[in-house]
């Protein structure tokens, strides 16, 4: 039993040993990292901001014959680019995208009263006068603040409009508002959606813990510079983090990734023209794992960054905590399959992304990438499959010498064990007799015990003369062992004696 349960000790360590050969050699990765520089893991929840003051105005003319002038405007004052960081729609932004800065009553009261009463007031954001006292009069009394005698009454609203990175083109976009905002224009903002998003929600991007330390770091910025839609797709530039800004500064600065002038690089500039073109607050996307580490401020003829830390605090102080969903974890499998070409495997990926999220621009554009090139010669899982396992990057060797080894101990040790187990001697002293009686001669005071290892027919040896106190030889009826006079059990098996 021993023997067989060490060679079958062997045989399952050698299995064992094989298994994990063919498993190492030919089974195709489960899962890679992440390459670097992808954006894809944000573009998907990227967003168009549009917003827009609505005002409603009543001029109350008692000049005349009273009247009640009604008027409403619609005014546009900012639009840019925005991240979803919660599947239900939360956005951030800048404040600039979701607060007025101008005074749109203002504006309001120079329209009604030049709409009305036909004198010549510019469109604009400055208190005016006017040459005649009676109607200059009313005018600076429509202005805000509202008094008791007022000659306007003035209620404005703002209007956010989130639109989606979808196809076919959303039109109407959904409805935010702001919760939470910074004092200065260029402070992160936390916008929250009228109506959360039902069922598994929206993409939504990974935002990093830090801004990287090292000046020259490479970035993208991925943002809109109109509305979504067919002939506007989500634009991706490439940055490069310069020294942090100092003390009272607002923002870390771009770089050039060289200095030599005749390279005629000027990224600031070009980043501050892109942000006045409606990539202001864009996500910037570190390099090295496609996290969002900042966002895009300033304008002009320069670009900035604001610090992920700074969004992260907004964020905590509107008490909303940013949260990766379902649509999230699919694509990002499904691109990890794509980036290392494992095309036939990416591709059931992006088609449950797309039925999680339909009209998903992004997980669209790769899919058809990916149909087109599975099972093509650029396909890696196709070409794991066809390779023979002497193709392998393991060798095989080194584990069936490892198996042969282990072969050779275990039956090693089974011999070893074999014989430990046989015994070179075949008899053994019995302890002395349970009870005393006569006096037996010196043939018949030990009893001697005979191990077999098969049942056998006792052969009758020669008596020995019997004294005349012993009596006729007797024995055992069950294995045959020659009893004592004064036993009463058999020596050996145990068996009584029959008297």
């Known amino acids: 039993m021993a023997r067989l349960t060490a060679l079958l000790g062997a045989v399952a360590a050698m299995s064992a040993v094989m298994s994990a050969a063919v498993f190492l050699t030919a089974a195709p990765a489960a899962a890679h990292d992440h390459p670097s520089g992808i954006t894809d893991l944000v573009t998907p929840a990227v967003v168009r901001l549009e917003a827009v003051s609505h005002v409603e105005i ?29 599947p239900d729609g939360t ?30 007031i510019p469109a604009d954001y400055k208190k005016h006068k006017l040459s005649d006292d009676l109607l200059n009069h009313h005018l600076q009394e429509c202005y805000p603040p509202k008094t008791d005698t007022a000659t306007c009454i003035i209620d404005v609203t703002t209007e956010i409009t989130a639109y989606p990175n979808v196809t076919p083109a959303s039109t109407d976009g959904y409805k935010v508002k702001c919760i939470k905002a910074g004092p200065d224009p260029d402070d992160p903002a936390v916008l929250v959606p009228l109506t959360p998003a039902t069922g598994v929600g929206m993409p939504t991007a ?9 000046v020259g770091s490479p970035t ?18 490439i940055a490069h983090l310069g020294q942090g800004g100092g003390k009272g500064q607002t923002g870390r600065p771009f770089a050039d990734p060289e200095k030599d002038p005749k390279k005629k690089v000027d990224e600031p500039a070009e980043l501050g023209a892109m942000a006045d073109k409606g990539m202001v607050g864009a996500p910037v996307i570190g390099d090295k794992d496609g996290h969002v580490i900042g966002l895009l401020i300033g304008g002009g003829k320069e670009g900035k960054m604001l610090g992920i830390r700074e969004v992260l605090n907004v964020l905590t102080q509107a008490k909303v905590t940013p949260r990766r969903g379902a649509i999230d974890t699919a694509f990002e499998a499904a691109l990890a399959r794509y980036h290392t070409k494992y095309y036939t495997e990416a591709a059931p990926g992006f088609q449950r992304v ?32 066809a390779a023979p396992p002497a193709s392998s990057s393991r060798p095989l060797w080194p584990f069936l010498v490892a198996a042969g080894v282990l072969f050779l101990a275990a ?34 005071s030990q009893t001697v ?12 040896q020669q008596q020995q003369v019997l004294t005349a106190q012993e009596g006729p030889m007797k024995y055992c009826v069950s294995c045959g062992m020659r009893l004592g006079a004064g036993h009463r059990f058999c020596g050996y098996c145990g068996h009584p004696i029959e008297t």
Request: net charge neutral.
């Open 58 to 86: 009543t001029l109350l003319d008692h000049i005349g014959e009273l009247k009640h002038v009604e008027r409403s405007y619609d005014i546009p004052f900012a639009s840019g680019t925005g991240t979803v960081v919660n």
């Open 91 to 120: 956005v951030v932004g800048l404040r600039r995208l979701a607060v007025n800065s101008d005074d749109v009553a203002v504006y309001a009261a120079n329209r009604i009263f030049a709409e009305h009463h036909k004198v010549k």
């Open 206 to 214: 990974p935002l990093a813990d830090k801004v990287p330390d090292q």
């Open 220 to 237: 993208n910025v991925a943002g809109f510079l109109g509305r979504p839609g067919p002939d506007v797709q989500h634009t991706v530039t």
């Open 354 to 385: 797309l039925e999680l999220y339909p009209g998903d621009v992004v997980a669209a554009n790769l899919l058809k990438t990916t149909l087109a090139k599975r099972g093509g010669p650029e396909d890696q899982g196709t070409k794991q499959l």
């Open 411 to 444: 039956g090693g040790g089974a011999y070893l064990l074999w014989r430990r187990r046989t015994p070179d001697r075949r008899t053994e002293e019995l302890p002395p007799p349970l009870a005393t009686g006569p006096a037996f001669d010196e043939g018949a």
């Open 449 to 460: 015990v005979v191990r077999r290892s098969q049942p056998f027919q006792v052969v009758p």
